[in-house]
């Protein structure tokens, strides 16, 4: 079974330590991209819940072409450790470059 | 320079909406969650609730049909955002397993207790249950090593005076008073104890879907379990035959699902500090409600032992200078 997508959102960042909402969704379109919650709006608000959960932070913020921000987020040692908890190794695992 | 102004800006839009959405979010459900109070009590005023015997035949009855319902309008919710697959795999990680323990004690002890304490002590049971912020704060100190700032202290030293200025006249006519403020500080012992528990990481959980499953567990258990146990089984169909207490109790499961929905959004957005301390408003509205439409009296001690309990439940879980700063 999948993860949860806020738990894979985290799981993503785990594994890359940083990267923009695009490429978030990117990574996990092969798994999620089908299902009628795969939108930037709630990828915007997976990224923002974790950050005001104090397990990940805004590195840094750009306007793209269509003078849309793009933000670029950073997991904290906070969010390392919860997911080291709570993620199974899995999951973690895939693709890992933590 | 124009470009660096203008991502600037936008960034500041976004956080502004941000926090706008996590406050409004917290302010309606403390709003939302006076409603579902009033109307629990309302739906209680109809046969075969009005009739019932047994203390806690008709609060478990009540609790168990309205987060039931309110947990079906949740599905509703999440089937239109496409979300349903996700209680299964939120319920697959060991968070997920949390919100289900939280929701044991939060649902079928705290609900139950709430009702039965408004059952018994009426409008006064509802600003005693708001010392849950106290009883969190109080458990993390205990199992999560969070020790309190004087600012704590300070703020559960006032709910703690709110409470007793509550209690020191007790209104005519009601022998099971005090039985009933009793039943309310298991309430709040018991939210206390559901935050600190569904909060183990509960952070990295979609909060729709953790609120979803929270509603649907609580329902399922106190109806199949704590009702048949408290001998109400009778009771809680002939509640569902009846008609009007079934429908006010679906409008009420929906207020409690909105409630909840805006309460964990809140604590999300904001910060559990922040949500909590917009939440445990629903205290002023439960009472206001209450003299309003079910013709509660409003006595001096309640009037002012209510205004301390917010303030303090405000101080305990945040400096109310957060709420007017501005955002940086």
New interface residues.
């Given amino acids: 079974m999948l993860l949860p997508v806020r738990t894979a959102v985290l799981n993503y960042l785990y594994q890359a330590g940083e990267a923009d909402i695009s490429e978030i969704m990117a990574a996990l379109r092969p798994m999620y991209g089908t299902e009628k919650q795969f939108s930037k709006k709630m990828f915007m608000e997976h990224v923002m819940s974790l950050e005001a959960n104090g397990l990940a932070e805004l590195k840094s913020y750009e306007l793209n072409q269509k003078n849309e921000l793009e933000l670029r987020y950073q997991i904290n040692a906070d969010g390392r450790v919860t997911a080291e908890k709570y993620i199974p190794a899995k999951f973690r695992q895939k693709g890992g470059k933590s | 320079m124009k470009?660096m102004n203008?991502?600037y800006i936008?960034?500041q839009q976004?956080n502004k909406k941000?926090r706008v959405t996590?406050i409004s979010s917290g302010a309606i459900s403390g709003l939302t969650y006076g409603i579902y109070t009033t109307l629990v009590l309302l739906a209680g005023l109809y046969e075969p609730l009005i009739s019932a015997v047994g203390l806690l035949a008709v609060p478990f009855v009540t609790s168990g049909l309205n987060d039931f319902l309110a947990g079906l309008w949740l599905l509703i919710y999440n089937g239109g955002?496409?979300?349903l697959?996700?209680i299964?795999?939120?319920l697959?990680?060991?968070?997920?397993k949390m919100v289900v323990a939280g929701a044991l004690v939060g649902g079928p002890v705290a609900n139950g207790a709430y009702l039965a304490g408004l059952a018994m002590a009426g409008a006064y049971a509802i600003p005693i249950s708001a010392t849950c912020s106290l009883f969190g704060a109080l458990f993390a100190w205990i199992f999560l090593k969070q020790k309190p700032t004087k600012r704590v202290v300070l703020g559960m030293i006032i709910v703690v005076v709110g409470a007793i200025t509550i209690n020191w006249v007790k209104p005519e006519g009601s022998p099971n008073f005090t039985m009933g403020i009793i039943c309310a500080f298991i309430a709040a012992v018991s939210w206390g104890l559901e935050g600190v528990i569904s909060s183990y990481?509960g952070?990295?959980?979609?909060?729709d879907?953790a609120v979803n499953i929270r509603e649907l567990v609580s329902g399922i258990v106190t109806m199949l379990i704590v009702v048949p146990l408290v001998a109400a089984f009778p009771l809680l169909v002939g509640t569902v035959k009846a008609g009007m207490p079934l429908l006010l109790l679906g409008l009420s499961g929906l207020s409690a699902a909105i409630s909840f929905l805006c309460w964990y959004k809140a604590n999300?957005?904001?910060?559990c500090a922040i949500g909590m301390s917009l939440n445990v408003t629903y205290a002023f509205w439960g009472v206001f409600f209450c003299v309003l439409f079910l013709g509660e009296l409003l006595t001096p001690t309640i009037v002012a032992g209510s205004v301390i309990i917010v303030l303090g439940a405000i101080i305990v879980t945040m400096n109310p200078l957060d709420l007017i700063k501005k955002e940086g």
Avoid at chain 2, 92 to 96: R, Y
């Fill in positions: 470009s203008s991502k936008e960034m976004l941000f996590g955002k496409g979300r697959k996700e299964g795999r939120s697959n990680t060991f968070p997920g990481g952070s990295m959980l979609d909060t879907v999300s957005m904001v910060g």
